[in-house]
């Protein structure tokens, strides 16, 4: 029989997730509204892959409809709402983006396209809001499993209705690490190669399933100790570090440093294992100068 520290339990969990639920953001609020409609319209597009019109943006950077239709679900959400924002998102919006802007949406889509076009189930919509330089609101929505991972700043980090942590884990040896390959831009390859080596080396495992937002996502979930890559743009990291940060991580470049968001490297995990990664992968990062910077801000 459940005794009453089962009920009690249960009944705190749900009055934790009622109010969390009850007091979420207006922001965010928007931005999990434009989420799940780019979620609809990308489970729409799983159905039927072969009948997508994909194009090529560049080596190995595809792009289909799928993509374009689901950002134009988020921009037209966001639009309708705040209608003077900014817009940063993958697929060309960019609508007022200069240094002034005070509110500035940065959008994914659909981040792992190559999952998505393979039928590999493992890709993710990302919505972040950055209002005076600082990410305030970000969302990662797995329309797969139908994970939806919430954060404002200040407020902690969610999964669905539950508060998320990041991992606990003290020593690297230990640890799950996540972390992304170069496989557009050759010109960092072998710079990559030696920080995997050595990642293996000292982690119990490496995984790398192909999409960055929801990689960072695992990371405030606890389910990675901590992910690294090299070559990211700003709306692969913006929605999924503010998760880390709430969810009680750290997020940095390869020097551990802040201005990760348009520079392209990024180390994100658990305080201790953050500091040990840094400690590991910064001596990489003069290797890297002038490489893998994707977009100017
Ligand atoms: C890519 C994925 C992948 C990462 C690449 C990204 P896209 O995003 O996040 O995991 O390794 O750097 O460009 O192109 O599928 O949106
Ligand atoms: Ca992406
Ligand atoms: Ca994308």
């Not at 969302?139 to 700043?153: E, K």
């Not at 407020?155 to 998320?164: K, M, S, T, W």
């Not at 072998?190 to 937002?213: C, S, V």
């Not at 990062?285 to 100017?296: D, F, I, N, Q, R």
């Amino acid at each position: 029989m459940r005794d009453w520290k089962f009920f009690m339990h249960r009944r705190l969990r749900l009055h934790w997730s009622a109010t969390a639920q009850a007091t979420m953001h207006p922001m965010l609020m928007t931005a999990v509204k434009a989420a799940r409609r780019a979620g609809n319209v990308i489970n729409r597009g799983a159905r039927d892959l072969d009948m997508l019109t994909v194009t090529t943006k560049g080596p190995k950077d595809f792009v289909s409809e799928v993509d374009r239709a689901a950002e134009t679900a988020i921009v037209d959400t966001i639009h309708a709402t705040y209608p003077n924002h900014a817009i940063l998102a993958e697929e060309g919006t960019a609508h007022g983006v200069n240094a002034d802007a005070e509110h500035l949406w940065i959008i994914d889509p659909l981040d792992g396209t190559t999952n998505f076009l393979h039928g590999f189930p493992q890709y993710c919509v990302s919505i972040a809001l950055q209002h005076k330089g600082q990410i305030t609101q970000g969302v990662v929505y797995d329309p797969v499993r139908n994970d939806l991972f919430t954060a404002t700043r200040g407020r902690g980090a969610f999964l669905n209705d539950r508060r998320i942590r990041v991992s606990r884990r003290q020593h690297l040896k230990e640890c799950l690490i996540g972390t992304g390959f170069p496989f557009r831009d050759g010109s960092f390859l072998e710079t990559y190669l030696d920080m995997m080596r050595t990642m293996i080396k000292e982690t119990a495992g490496l995984r790398r399933p192909g999409a960055a937002a929801l990689d960072l996502a695992y990371v405030a979930a606890g389910y990675y100790d901590g992910f690294w890559e090299v070559g990211l743009n700003p709306w692969d990291m913006a929605a999924g570090s503010l998760l880390i940060v709430e969810a009680g991580g750290l997020v940095g470049d390869l020097e551990g440093e802040s201005g990760y968001l348009f520079g392209g490297q990024l180390i994100a995990a658990n305080p201790r294992i953050f500091a040990q990664m840094v400690k590991l992968l910064s001596p990489y990062s003069h290797a890297l100068k002038g490489k893998a910077t994707p977009v100017e801000e």
